[in-house]
């Protein structure tokens, strides 16, 4: 199973950008990489994923090196509603139900 | 589409009892899989199915047990509660193996 390591915790103001890098030296060439938002009493919620380079979607950029033993999440423009707790993990596309979540980021957002 | 669904909502219980927590999805999602996350944690793998009649061991299956007879039905069975199975119980389904998975709102459960 690939480990990933987050940092605990990121602060922030509202209109700026956030980036959160995963860790995952040990990722395997069938993994790819999902991130979860998850706000308090709720089930995560899937934000990005992707395999390689880059990805973006309406909410979230994702940035994953050529050797892909670490991903960014971008959060573009922070709003006070993007205050939660954000999962990185890496799953094997080959063998499913072989996931591990992290700790998390929990991300504050202040006026 | 309702999404993915838990029954109850909370549920407090005696330690020695027994229980079901109920997860259903309408999305004919072949990948199911429960969650626990204990306060201030991230979640931690229980048991997961990847079609009716499949199921294995996740990270942490003591003491749960999982069945699936129907593509929408997949419910985790607390055989002999104690106090340290409480926490927030989460299902999950996905359609794919890369790991894009739904959610459920989650099940509150305390054991005294």
Redesign the interface.
């Known amino acids: 199973l690939a480990k990933t390591t987050q940092p605990i915790s990121m602060d922030s103001y509202e209109g700026q950008e956030v980036n959160i890098t995963c860790s995952h030296n040990n990722i395997a060439t069938n993994d790819?990489i999902?991130w979860?938002q998850q706000f308090p009493?709720?089930?995560?919620?899937?934000i990005i994923?992707g395999y390689k380079t880059k990805v973006t979607n309406e909410v979230a950029s994702l940035f994953i090196p050529a050797d892909r033993k670490s991903s960014t999440l971008s959060l573009p423009r922070v709003s006070l509603s993007d205050t939660a707790v954000y999962?990185c993990?890496v799953?094997d596309?080959?063998?499913?139900?072989k996931?591990?979540?992290?700790?998390?980021t929990q991300v504050v957002v202040t006026p | 589409n309702a999404g993915v669904t838990q029954t109850p909502k909370f549920q407090v219980l005696k330690t020695g009892q027994s229980m079901t927590l109920q997860c259903a999805q309408d999305m004919n999602h072949e990948y199911m899989s429960w969650y626990r996350q204990d306060p201030g944690m991230g979640l931690r793998l229980i048991h997961y199915s990847v079609g009716a009649g499949i199921t294995d061991q996740g990270e942490v299956p003591n003491g749960y047990n999982v069945s699936r007879s129907t593509t929408e039905d997949f419910p985790l069975r607390l055989l002999s509660a104690a106090p340290s199975q409480t926490s927030v119980y989460f299902c999950a389904s996905s359609y794919s193996r890369r790991g894009e998975q739904y959610f459920g709102p989650g099940t509150r459960l305390t054991v005294t």
């Not at chain 1, 009493?41 to 899937?46: H, T, V, Y």
């Not at chain 1, 596309?93 to 139900?97: I, L, P």
């Open positions: 790819y999902t979860y009493s709720q089930g995560p919620r899937f994923q999962y993990l799953g596309g080959g063998s499913w139900g996931f591990q979540f992290g700790a998390g």
